[in-house]
């Protein structure tokens, strides 16, 4: 499990940062791509990665503003040209069914795979055995939702030197037990797959906040969280304007993982008033209150430890 942020900026692209769009990469856990956000030209970043279009699975949109949909049709449309013919799910607030679709009629865009829109609400938006994605509004100038990604437990590692020890070779048989799965010996001992695993594997909890001011839904979301993306757009010495524009500056979303007890902080969405060698200075706002603070840029790459250390 990975991110890679495909966009950092808010409001219009700059040459430093892209407008919004993150990929969680979940490729060892289902074989898949969840993209959040699809900001304009999110397309061209993913040429600059490894992610690949096919692959993505699920879209999460957070709400309706530019910046974190005009991406939308050309992605969707170039994925049939790419060897794209799974079934791809987008999420989001009341309207993107209604944008998507008339951009893809207008456009004459025939879609090689089944494309299936889901008008969300709050509460549980998907869930199956592996993963609950919830999501909760914000507070921001039009609806916005933040999502809360929670990976189930998953099973111990097989005790694969007991197995040893007691005469058990490897191959079909561990995998067998290692599904927790009975299992008979060729010496007639019957083994329970369950009695040889380890404790089972805590689920990690990834949060991504759409765009905010400081809420009570955003504290909920982050809750324990082990990576929260929080919006960043200004910065500490702009508290009124980030109020008057329904953002958050760098020192509150610290403060909102501080009170949450999030692990790691990414701090992403940066004003196009920032240049590069303003990212330094914006990251230690944060850490000065929050010290597991990462300044996102376009293309950084962020793997997702199966233990996240506070």
């Not at 805590?202 to 982050?222: F, Q, Y």
């Not at 010495?237 to 902080?265: C, D, I, R, W």
Request: hydrophobic content about 40%.
């Amino acid at each position: 499990m990975d991110f890679v942020l495909l966009g950092t900026g808010a409001g219009v692209p700059a040459k430093a940062r892209n407008v919004t769009a993150i990929a969680l990469q979940l490729l060892e856990e289902r074989g898949t791509v969840w993209l959040f956000d699809c900001g304009e030209a999110t397309q061209h970043q993913i040429l600059k990665t490894a992610v690949k279009p096919r692959k993505i699975e699920k879209i999460f949109i957070t709400h309706l503003h530019g910046d974190h949909i005009f991406g939308l049709p050309g992605l969707l449309s170039s994925r049939s040209f790419q060897g794209g013919v799974e079934k791809l799910t987008v999420y989001g607030p009341k309207g993107i069914d209604a944008y998507i679709t008339t951009s893809l009629q207008v456009s004459g865009t025939h879609l090689k795979y089944p494309l299936e829109i889901i008008e969300i609400e709050e509460g549980i938006v998907f869930e199956d055995e592996q993963f609950t994605v919830t999501a909760l509004s914000l507070d921001h100038g039009i609806y916005s939702v933040g999502y809360r990604v929670v990976e189930k437990d998953r099973p111990g590692s097989l005790l694969v030197d007991q197995l040893l020890q007691e005469g058990v070779k490897p191959g079909p048989l561990f995998k067998a037990l290692k599904n927790g799965e009975m299992v008979q010996l060729d010496d007639g001992r019957v083994l329970n797959g369950k009695d040889y695993l380890g404790d089972p594997q805590k689920g990690r909890i990834i949060t991504v906040l759409g765009d905010t001011r400081v809420c009570s839904n955003a504290l909920i979301l982050a809750e324990s969280a082990d990576f929260l993306v929080h919006e960043a757009t200004f910065s500490a010495e702009e508290t009124e304007m980030a109020s008057a524009y329904f953002h958050s500056t760098t020192v509150q979303a610290a403060e909102t993982a501080m009170k949450a007890g999030a692990k790691q902080l990414i701090l992403t969405h940066i004003s196009s008033r920032y240049t590069l060698e303003d990212s330094e200075r914006l990251k230690e706002e944060s850490k000065a209150i929050f010290a597991n603070t990462i300044m996102a840029e376009d293309l950084m790459a962020i793997k997702i430890p199966l233990y996240v250390e506070e």
